[in-house]
């Protein structure tokens, strides 16, 4: 489901203000974020957020494609091994 446009997109708070912390002092740190569900604004673009996948932080430099997206989208929280039938496919 959509949010609504007229609510405009979800950010947290203490998000924006860390960037704008950031982006005043000039300097490429990275930003330890916790929250996955806040949207990417164009403000944040230049920027390195370290996004929580539930074990560590991701960095993820921000580029103007990733504009729209949640910051869920770019730490994935699960690692894939393979399936349990690709076994028997390298053995023979």
């Known amino acids: 489901m959509v949010r ?3 609510k405009g ?3 947290e708070s203490s998000l924006l203000k860390k ?3 950031a982006r005043a002092s000039g ?3 990275i ?6 569900r806040s949207t990417v604004l164009p403000q944040f673009v230049g920027l390195t957020f370290g996004v929580y996948n ?3 932080h991701v960095p993820v ?3 103007e494609e990733m504009v729209g997206h949640k910051f869920g ?5 699960r690692t894939f091994h393979g399936h349990s039938g690709d076994k028997k496919a390298k053995k023979g």
């Open 9 to 11: 997109p979800f950010v």
């Open 27 to 29: 300097r490429h740190d």
């Open 61 to 63: 430099a921000i580029n």
């Open 19 to 21: 960037a704008e912390v």
């Open 73 to 77: 989208e770019f730490s994935p929280t």
């Open 31 to 36: 930003i330890r974020i916790w929250s996955r």
């Open 4 to 6: 609504s446009v007229w």
């Open 54 to 56: 539930g074990q560590k």
